[in-house]
């Protein structure tokens, strides 16, 4: 059987994870912890970083952040994985679930504006397969509203947005936060792993308590204050050093990974060029670059997707299915009374993933590509 994924070990981690030990700082926010977060600041000009445990919990940072009283409304694409709502919804928030694009799973950024009320107090992206949204139009929005823009970039490492000012920016450094996710599906991973990304200088000082369990802890070890103590809300947010290592490892061979990736995803592309009319290719927007988190295809029904699916397996090959949309969710459908979400819906009942990962040998792809045309013909 070829799975669908498979997580990649470079090697590089077993060296940092001796090395991590051989220091004997075990605990969090050590060399390695403080060596990825420069990284991400360096190379992608994020403001300040702090490694997270994992994306969900970097999301219930953000949660927190806003300070939120009950019934203020957070808006969330419909078509996302559970974490991108369940952070707000902890913090009491009620949920107003936007609809995807008609041509992407990524959200209706046209759509936004209508969802808003007195109540609303954020807006969470989500950048679907690593392709950006329309930052500019969803900036512009939340700047008119005074509205908090999350960018939820579980998928989105190393990928960038080109506004219309003509510079390129990396996804994670446009909204007020961001969060990333290195769990042992995404493109760069520790097992389970994440990040906050802050970029709004306002929300710094409390984010660093919030992660150090409400202490103020780094102004302690900065010199700041001469004692720490309890001083806000907060958890443990912070990852061992042990993640801390092995992400490093993976960091150092970031390039070399995403130039596989790439290859894989452009294979697939060109290799189902010839049923592009039958069954729909991803679509990778001009102001968007493509980071090749994965590669999805969208069937024209369900019936047709789930054929597609048997037909796959039968012949050894696994592809699965993605989101199923939150506002039908059995948690939230007695929750929602917004809009219907008809992309979204689309989405849950016609979008399949084909296997994806760095091993992934070209005589496999080939399997899988004659496979696709196979059934089309
Ligand atoms: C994977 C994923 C998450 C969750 O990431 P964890 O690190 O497992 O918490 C959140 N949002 C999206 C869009 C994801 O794809």
């Not at 694409?77 to 008609?102: H, K, M, N, Q, W």
């Not at 009319?277 to 047709?304: G, Q, S």
Request: charged share 25%; hydrophobic share 35%.
């Amino acid at each position: 059987m070829i799975p669908f994924n498979k997580p990649f070990v470079n090697g590089r981690e077993m060296h940092h994870l001796q090395e991590a030990l051989s220091v004997g700082h075990l605990s969090g926010n050590g060399i390695y912890t403080k060596k990825c977060q420069r990284f991400f600041e360096e190379r992608y000009g994020y403001r300040k970083t702090l490694l997270t445990t994992s994306c969900t919990d970097a999301l219930e940072m953000c949660a927190l952040l806003l300070k939120l009283n009950p019934g203020d409304e957070v808006i969330v694409p419909s078509y996302t994985f559970v974490s991108s709502a369940l952070a707000f919804v902890r913090e009491g928030a009620r949920i107003v679930f936007a609809d995807s694009r008609e041509d992407h799973p990524g959200v209706d950024e046209a759509k936004i504006e209508s969802l808003i009320t007195s109540r609303t107090k954020a807006i969470v992206v989500v950048h679907y397969a690593g392709v950006s949204c329309d930052m500019d139009v969803i900036m512009d929005i939340a700047g008119r509203h005074n509205l908090v823009v999350i960018e939820d970039c579980a998928k989105s490492i190393d990928s960038y947005y080109t506004g219309s000012d003509g510079i390129r920016r990396a996804l994670g450094g446009i909204g007020h936060l961001a969060t990333f996710s290195f769990h042992a599906t995404k493109n760069i991973h520790a097992g389970e792993g994440g990040l906050l990304v802050i970029n709004d200088e306002q929300f710094i000082s409390r984010a660093e308590v919030l992660w150090e369990k409400g202490t103020n802890r780094a102004e302690y070890f900065r010199g700041e204050v001469n004692k720490y103590g309890w001083v806000d809300v907060g958890s443990s947010f912070l990852p061992s050093e042990l993640t801390a290592a092995f992400l490093w490892g993976q960091l150092e061979t970031l390039d070399e990974i995403q130039a596989t990736r790439k290859a894989t995803w452009q294979r697939y592309h060109d290799g189902l060029q010839p049923i592009k009319d039958k069954i729909r290719l991803p679509l990778i927007p001009d102001y968007a670059t493509n980071n090749a988190h994965m590669y999805y295809i969208v069937c024209r029904d369900f019936e047709e997707r789930s054929n597609l699916i048997d037909h796959l397996k039968s012949v050894g090959i696994s592809a699965v299915f993605h989101y199923l949309s939150l506002h039908r969710s059995p948690y939230y459908k007695d929750k929602h009374s917004g809009s219907e979400n008809v992309h979204a819906d689309r989405y849950t009942e016609c979008l399949l993933r084909l296997p994806f990962y760095n091993e992934l040998s070209v005589s496999d792809q080939q399997k899988i590509i004659a496979s696709l045309l196979e059934f089309c013909s």
